[in-house]
T-cell receptor, first 118, second 114 residues
Framework: AQKVTQAQTEISVVEKEDVTLDCVYETRDTTYYLFWYKQPPSGELVFLIRRNSFDEQNEISGRYSWNFQKSTSSFNFTITASQVVDSAVYFC???????????????FGQGTILTVHP | ETGVTQSPTHLIKTRGQQVTLRCSSQ?????VSWYQQALGQGPQFIFQYYREEENGRGNFPPRFSGLQFPNYSSELNVNALELDDSALYLCASTPTGAPNEKLFFGSGTQLSVL
């Protein structure tokens, strides 16, 4: 069965600090997809990144970067020079072929509450 | 803006009642998924509809049911409400429902069961 674990329940930092959110996943499939979503107080989940299981290149987008390591089943997310607007709940999620069916069910982690103080 | 709207935003019901939550997806998105997010938890997959048929279901009892309509709107119905059904219900749409698609989420309906 799929499982996603986010080790940190809450993280509190001061603006301009770097912060890393950890994510570890479990799946039996060889083809799968990993996602990070951000949930601001408004409630809707905002897509940040998608990575497939065959692409282990790290990715950088502005202040955001992601480190995918298949050997340790981890997909960590780093925010460089954090800002108050980064305060939100961040979710790591896994999508696979669920034993043969092709529907895109996402399995989410518990989420990490990030608070960035001025 | 994700193009996905949900109504109502908040709802209060009592145990045993029935509730219908509504979602309007992006035009062209033939797949809608529903998720339940309890307080302090990650969203949990309820089910997915593709072209008006259920094509995947999570670990939820049959009293959770859905409908999808040709005009990209959909409903989540919950019968015989229980206190544990109190949660944020999120609707998400995608073009085909394939595992590699990013989901476009609405802001959710906050359901409180008293």
């Amino acid at each position: 069965a799929q499982k996603v674990t986010q080790a940190q329940t809450e993280i509190s930092v001061v603006e301009k600090e770097d912060v890393t959110l950890d994510c570890v996943y479990e799946t039996r499939d060889t083809t799968y997809y990993l996602f990070w979503y951000k949930q601001p107080p408004s409630g809707e989940l905002v897509f940040l990144i998608r990575r497939n299981s065959f692409d282990e290149q790290n990715e950088i987008s502005g202040r955001y970067s992601w480190n995918f390591q298949k050997s340790t089943s981890s997909f960590n997310f780093t925010i460089t020079a954090s800002q108050v607007v980064d305060s939100a709940v961040y979710f790591c999620a896994l999508s696979d072929y669920a034993g043969g069916t092709s529907y895109g069910k996402l399995t989410f982690g518990q989420g990490t509450i990030l608070t960035v103080h001025p | 803006e994700t193009g996905v709207t949900q109504s109502p935003t908040h709802l209060i019901k009592t145990r045993g009642q029935q509730v219908t939550l509504r979602c309007s997806s992006q035009s062209g998105h033939n797949t809608v998924s529903w998720y339940q997010q309890a307080l302090g938890q990650g969203p949990q997959f309820i089910f997915q509809y593709y072209r008006e048929e259920e094509n995947g279901r999570g670990n939820f009892p049959p009293r959770f049911s859905g409908l999808q309509f040709p005009n990209y709107s959909s409903e989540l119905n919950v019968n015989a409400l229980e206190l544990d059904d109190s949660a944020l219900y999120l609707c998400a749409s995608t073009p085909t429902g394939a595992p590699n698609e990013k989901l476009f989420f609405g802001s959710g309906t906050q359901l409180s069961v008293l």
